[in-house]
């Protein structure tokens, strides 16, 4: 679990303490899933949190009338490394995605991956999560790579985001 929790968050989003707005832009890493061919990306991919992984993920709430941080951690926000934040977000992910798969020459693996994303809440419902780096991006950490045409899996070691010593439940 991440720092916030359900309620923390709710409170967090609910009205700003400084201006009172109820708009904020919520910084999150977030699972995404991106079809590989070659070792490039097919597509941008897509999203694959749940509730309870975007919260797990937040790292940032900032109030969109003030400026005002209505939350914010330096930890990983995954495995709460104390000060992880700034290892991730400008960094190569640890893992690398091959050009073919090692075990049967296949040129297609699905890698899954913790992208950087901003939402925006505010009046009626949030925004879609928009990256703020894809595949191959400095910020966008790749967890786990599975080759499409056979069983080979390649894992990152320990927290797939900041390298410490592992998530604090299952993820992906």
Known sequence: MGHLDETAFTAAIAGCATCGAKSF???SCLDRQVSVMLGEANDDGRWTHD????IDGVYRVTCLGCGRDAYAS???PRCHRTGGLADIVDAPSRLAVPRRCPS???T???VIGFAPARVRTGAGRPSAPAPAALLGDAGFHVAMIACDQC???QS???CPLCG???PLRERP
Do not use: L, R, S
Request: with cysteine; charged share 30%.
């Open 151 to 153: 069983e080979w899996v």
């Open 164 to 166: 410490g010593p592992g």
């Open 25 to 27: 832009e919520i910084a």
């Open 51 to 54: 509730g309870e992984k975007f």
């Open 74 to 76: 330096p930890d990983c």
């Open 104 to 106: 049967c020459q296949g």
């Open 108 to 110: 297609e693996v699905t």
């Open 156 to 158: 990152a070691d320990g």
